[in-house]
């Protein structure tokens, strides 16, 4: 694996960094590469429970592709169509995975930054960071996939300020329009995010899987939904040791273990 994508384990989270600080995290092919083995890695690591993907550098989550090596990467049918692909697959895994995904955003979201953040399934940015999708600069396109998780997000008409129009979204005008959930001050933001982080790695995991399974249901075409199988998630939350667990601890006033099962 690239060394522009770090990874770590701290107990039962999982932290994914995008390591390419002396270019604000801007991503490469490698990088996406990189990326989905990284998460699958995650997820086949029954300790990992929380995700939380990240920039390093204390500058940027992820300035977009980078735009040096586009002649070398991206340029020729084939070579193009190599680094859609390579990237989709590692969005589709974050965004499919069974653990809980936060995207730790600290400083600038641009282009692909924004790509991997709505492949997560929290968002939370310091005071700091500021959101844009230039794609009209470049002469760019975007696959549906990432589109349509902008648009589930944020809705049409801000997907279209964003791309079309140019509109650079700051914290607090992120927060307004639902792409992150919370804006942290400075001083507080690593703090917040290990807190947010740990306490849900503590939680049940089986009803995370059942509740993102149900809810990236929800948001398909009616004739795509597979009802039986949630309906099975739902049931098998009740039918688990976890389910006990939880009201023993809470008649118990202890904190409940989860063990998943």
Same mark, same amino acid.
């Given at each position: ?47 990992? *429970? ?22 070398? %990467? ?42 991997? @953040? ?11 960071? %500021? ?11 975007? *696959? ?11 809705? =049409? ?13 700051? @914290? ?7 792409? =992150? ?9 690593? @703090? ?36 039986? *199988? ?8 009740? @039918? ?7 009201? *023993? ?13």
């Amino acid at each position: 694996m690239t060394d522009r994508i770090l990874t770590k384990k701290d107990g039962q989270i999982g932290h994914l960094i995008f390591n390419n600080p002396d270019k604000l995290n801007a991503i490469s092919l490698d990088m996406w590469e990189g990326m989905g083995k990284a998460v699958d890695a995650f997820e086949k690591d029954d300790d990992i *429970r929380v995700i939380v993907c990240s920039g390093a550098g204390g500058k940027s989550f992820i300035a977009g592709a980078d735009v040096s090596k586009y002649e070398e %990467e991206r340029m020729g049918e084939n070579a193009q169509e190599h680094y859609a692909k390579t990237g989709e697959r590692a969005l589709s895994a974050l965004y499919n995975s069974t653990k809980v995904t936060i995207a730790a955003i600290d400083g600038w979201c641009i282009g692909g930054g924004i790509s991997v @953040a709505v492949s997560c399934d929290l968002r939370y940015c310091s005071t700091k960071s %500021e959101f844009a999708q230039p794609a009209m600069r470049y002469g760019i396109g975007y *696959r549906y996939g990432s589109l349509r998780r902008l648009v589930d997000i944020v809705g =049409v008409p801000t997907t279209k300020e964003m791309l079309l129009g140019g509109r650079r979204l700051k @914290a607090d005008e992120a927060y307004t329009k639902g792409l =992150v959930g919370k804006v942290i001050e400075e001083a507080d933001y690593q @703090a917040f995010i290990d807190d947010i982080a740990g306490k849900i790695a503590i939680g049940a995991p089986l009803t995370a899987q059942q509740v993102k399974f149900t809810l990236g249901e929800i948001v398909k075409d009616p004739s795509d939904r597979d009802l039986e *199988r949630c309906e099975a998630m739902f049931q098998t939350c009740y @039918a688990s040791a976890d389910y006990k667990e939880g009201i *023993r601890a809470f008649s118990e006033k202890r904190k409940p273990v989860f063990t998943g099962k």
